[in-house]
């Protein structure tokens, strides 16, 4: 609460504000970081390589020769585990700069809050190399589907 006498009220103000102020810095120095940071990981075997962004957002994806004659959906699953694993990490990374950045502050912990929340770590054997998926069935068209484009675009 301020204090009844204008004078030290005024000094509660001033002192709110410069630390509204601080804080404020602090998140644009996060938010700058975040901006910048990203994780490359490589698979065990090597085959592959994934960069993702502060965001989690896949932006590099590197296939070595190793990948030649490689079951397409063995190299499926191992750009898909080297992806989540890149994640994980980043999810690790970020919660490590907004504790460097901000500390313990409610909106810094609702950001790692939101990043443990998207990118949670790999399940074992979770798209591990050679297991299979069940392909997902093809759409069925209703039984009210009667323009005949049999799944496809309508512009060939």
Do not use: C
Not at 20 to 41: F, H, I, M
Not at 90 to 103: C, D, F, I, N
């Amino acid at each position: 609460m301020l204090n009844q006498d204008p004078g030290e009220a005024g000094e509660q103000f001033e002192r709110l504000a410069e630390e509204l102020q601080r804080k404020a810095q602090r998140y644009t120095s996060l938010r700058q970081r975040l901006d910048s940071a990203g994780v490359t990981e490589r698979s065990p075997g090597g085959e592959v390589a994934v960069t993702v962004d502060g965001n989690g957002v896949l932006t590099g994806l590197d296939l070595s020769e190793r990948t030649r004659g490689m079951d397409p959906s063995a190299v499926s699953a191992t750009i898909m585990a080297s992806l989540r694993q890149a994640q994980a990490r980043l999810r690790e990374q970020v919660s490590e700069l907004v504790q460097e950045t901000v500390g313990d502050d409610p909106a810094g912990n609702n950001i790692v809050a939101q990043y443990a929340e998207r990118f949670p770590d790999p399940v074992d054997g979770e798209d591990a190399p050679g297991q299979q998926r069940s392909p997902a069935s093809p759409p069925r068209p209703s039984d009210r589907d009667d323009d005949d484009f049999g799944g496809g675009p309508i512009l060939r």
